[in-house]
């Protein structure tokens, strides 16, 4: 009997004991968050935006070959100051869509513009040339090799028939208050200024004037 009695107190503890056990596992079930599943919401892609087609060049109209005479009448011109002329022409011309513009470094007499444009099918040739500004219209070893003129002429394809010609001067482009200097590289400024006015005089004879882009005290003259 005393057996029994003391062992009923043990029983109790344990019982207690494992009551305590379950309900600290019943209230850490409860106490835990069931995680939710996260749905990832679709991206839209943006579709790729085309790049815009570029607008074609229009087909040039006229096609000119431009030729200079460079030791022809005044040879005591410097060689970049000849380059600076041809090369300001022929870029003046090229600046209209409708113009295909043609530079020849090689040296170019009249009648080798002439018999150029006798072979061409339907290029013009531009022919260009600087001469003496003084009263006889000729070289002379006192002449000043700076002041001299630009003088054209453009012939047709096949016919070689003299469609225009002029004069420009580098006086027209000058400003009595404002001297530039020459380049050693682009040649002579005012020189060039004159080889542009001649090809916009030529493009006014095609009816393909440009905006002109001479400064604005010369092109108000």
């Keep these: 009997m005393r057996c029994l009695q003391s062992s009923k107190p043990i029983k109790v503890s344990l019982a207690i004991t494992l009551v305590a056990i379950c309900a600290g596992a019943i209230f850490a079930q ?24 570029p607008t074609p060049k229009p087909e040039p109209t006229f096609t000119f070959i431009v030729g200079m005479e460079k030791f022809g009448d005044f040879s005591r011109v410097s060689l970049n100051a ?18 295909k513009a043609e530079m020849t470094s090689r040296e170019m007499s009249r009648a080798d513009a002439i018999r150029q444009a006798k072979s061409e099918n339907g290029a013009y040739v531009v022919w260009i040339q600087l001469r003496p500004n003084n009263f006889s219209g000729q070289t002379s070893v006192y002449d000043d090799a700076n002041n001299v003129y630009v003088q054209y002429a453009v ?36 020189l060039n200024q004159a080889a542009r006015g001649a090809a916009e005089r030529i493009l006014d ?3 393909l004037r440009l905006p002109s882009r001479l400064p604005a005290s010369i092109s108000n003259q």
Aim: glycine content about 6%; some cysteine; aromatic content about 8%.
């Design 205 to 207: 004879h095609f009816h």
């Design 30 to 53: 409860s106490g835990r968050r069931v995680r939710k599943t996260e749905t990832a919401i679709p991206v839209p892609t943006p579709e790729a935006t085309p790049a815009p087609s």
């Design 82 to 99: 000849y380059s600076g002329v041809l090369r300001s022409c022929a870029n003046r011309l090229d600046d209209s869509s409708l113009v």
């Design 155 to 190: 012939f047709a394809p096949g016919t070689a028939k003299q469609v225009t010609s002029g004069n420009t001067y580098p006086e027209a482009y000058r400003n009595a208050r404002v001297r530039l200097p020459t380049s050693s590289t682009e040649g002579n400024y005012y």
